[in-house]
């Protein structure tokens, strides 16, 4: 019976492994056409953009300047994000 459970082990930990992983792809927040901290284009910026998070919510921002602002006042800039997505979403 103990050789059974052993056995199962690594294929419990491969499924829990997938299921990870496609969960974190799915995480991925969506990149507005501007940062909601400083108002940049992001298509204009030459550096990668940054994913932040507070409280299991992200949000993207265009530099490490606006991850330090966001870190200050996290409630106000996801709620700038999601309103900037939103008005995006209605553009479209």
């Known amino acids: 019976m103990i050789y059974?459970?052993?056995k199962a082990i690594p294929a419990i930990a491969l499924g829990f492994a997938m299921t990870t992983?496609?969960?974190a792809?799915?995480?991925k927040p969506r990149i507005p056409e501007v940062c909601?901290?400083?108002g940049d284009k992001f298509a204009e910026r030459k550096n990668?953009?940054?994913t932040v998070s507070h409280n299991g919510e992200s949000i993207v921002v265009c530099?490490?300047?606006c991850s330090k602002k966001f870190e200050k006042d996290p409630e106000k800039?996801?709620?700038l994000y999601k309103e900037a997505l939103a008005k995006e979403s209605?553009?479209?």
């Open 4 to 6: 059974r459970i052993v």
């Open 21 to 23: 992983g496609l969960q």
């Open 25 to 27: 792809e799915e995480a």
């Open 36 to 38: 909601v901290v400083n």
């Open 48 to 50: 990668s953009p940054i």
């Open 63 to 65: 530099c490490k300047k």
């Open 77 to 79: 800039y996801i709620k």
């Open 90 to 92: 209605k553009a479209s």
